[in-house]
Structure formats: structure tokens, C-alpha cells
């Protein structure tokens, strides 16, 4: 099983993992999460994100882990580049909650395939939604009811 570490800017991280915790309150092991702080040096938090993946790596439990990072460029992402190896660690920049919740959901697959997945969560769960028509469809004009869209 794959483990997941969020480094992202504060209080981006331990927000993004106290939601995938909501959804999932039994992921707690597997994901973990470091916020960058303002004035922090790039240097800290590199030393905070080593013994993240130090405490991944000896669980035998885990045969990789996925980082993902808020902004390509930025400190957090800078300081992941340094930790990731591409074939037990792997980066993806550019966390959201549907990508970190697909991530919760197939963290047993292959880290490969949960790469995949989790750009795949991450760009579907971003889409403009039309606030006349739910979900994108006209409105019949025959409709009784108008709020059967509504849940």
C-alpha cells in the first residue's frame, strides 16, 4: 500500500488531510501532512519532510508514497523535488480535494497507476458549473416541480 504526504503552504495541508480524514477517518496512517510556514527556511522543512518519509519508509506496510504539492515553483514543491527518487517516492504538484481523495481510494494500487489516478481526480473535480441549469441540462419548461434538482 502506498502512503500520501501533502506539503503544502499553511494551513493548506493539514486542512486538505483533516477533509480526506472526514471522508475517510480510517486513512489517519496513510496520510500525512506538512504546511509551510511564512517565514519558515526551505531548509526546515526539508529536514520535517525527510522524517515523514523516514516514518513511511519503515512501515512495512507501505511500499511507496505519493507527495503532493500546492504550486509548481514554490517552496513546497521545491523542497518535494529534493525528497521524491521517481521510483519509490513520486511527486505531483497542483493538490486538490478531489485529487487527494482519489489518492485515499486507490492507495493500494501500484504507485504508477495512483499517479495516474490522482491527475485524473484532480482535473475532473475542477470543472465550471452552470448555476441556471442543473448540471449543464436545460430545464424542461413542463417541469412541476422547481426544485427537483435540489438533494
Known sequence: MNAILV?????????????ALHVF???????????????????????TARIALDQFARSEAFTG????????????CNVAQKLVDGVKTRLITGVNLPMLLRSVSYRHEPLEALVSRAVTGGTQG???VAITAPQNQARRHNDQDKHDHQQ
Open 7 to 19: 506539503i503544502a503552504h499553511a494551513p493548506l495541508a493539514h486542512a486538505l488531510r483533516q477533509c
Open 25 to 47: 477517518p480510517d486513512c489517519g496512517e496513510h496520510v500525512s501532512a506538512i504546511d509551510v510556514q511564512p517565514n519558515m527556511p526551505p531548509e526546515e522543512t526539508l529536514a
Open 65 to 76: 508514497v505519493l507527495v503532493l504539492t500546492d504550486i509548481f515553483g514554490a517552496t513546497p
Open 126 to 128: 475542477v470543472m465550471q
